[in-house]
């Protein structure tokens, strides 16, 4: 299973962005993808985790209302929508994948290269 992130960049506070992740090497529909993201000296933080199957979300408190995960089964990609950013929210963004167990717990076993975003 591969993935790629694209899609990161700067943006003032209160604006917007979309970044990507397209999923490749895995033929089922069926499995677990997790947005995370780390600060400088700061933990890796579980973001929101999306289940491909039945679309079943989950969002940490610091994002609820504000980011939304999506899918478009045709491009094979995951997007995390991400509104009324804030300068806390300036980190590397990766997405992940797992392919059994629950999505909102646990450890992710294939990972992408990073988006970098940066809200000032």
């Known amino acids: 299973v591969q993935l790629v992130e694209s899609g990161g960049g700067s943006v003032q506070a209160g604006g917007s962005m979309r970044i990507s992740c397209a999923v490749t090497?895995?033929?089922?529909?069926?499995?677990?993808v997790g947005w995370f993201r780390q600060a400088p000296g700061k933990e890796r933080e579980r973001v929101a985790t999306?289940?491909?199957?039945?679309?079943?979300?989950y969002y940490a408190d610091s994002v609820k209302g504000r980011f939304t995960v999506s899918q478009d089964n045709a491009k094979n990609t995951i997007y995390l929508q991400m509104n009324s950013l804030k300068p806390e929210d300036t980190a590397m963004y990766y997405c992940?994948?797992?392919?059994?167990?629950?999505?909102?717990?646990?450890?992710?076993?294939?990972w992408g290269q990073g988006t970098q975003v940066t809200v000032s």
């Open positions: 090497g895995y033929t089922y529909s069926d499995f677990c």
């Open positions: 999306w289940h491909t199957g039945d679309g079943t979300p």
């Open positions: 992940a994948a797992r392919l059994e167990g629950w999505c909102e717990t646990g450890e992710y076993t294939y």
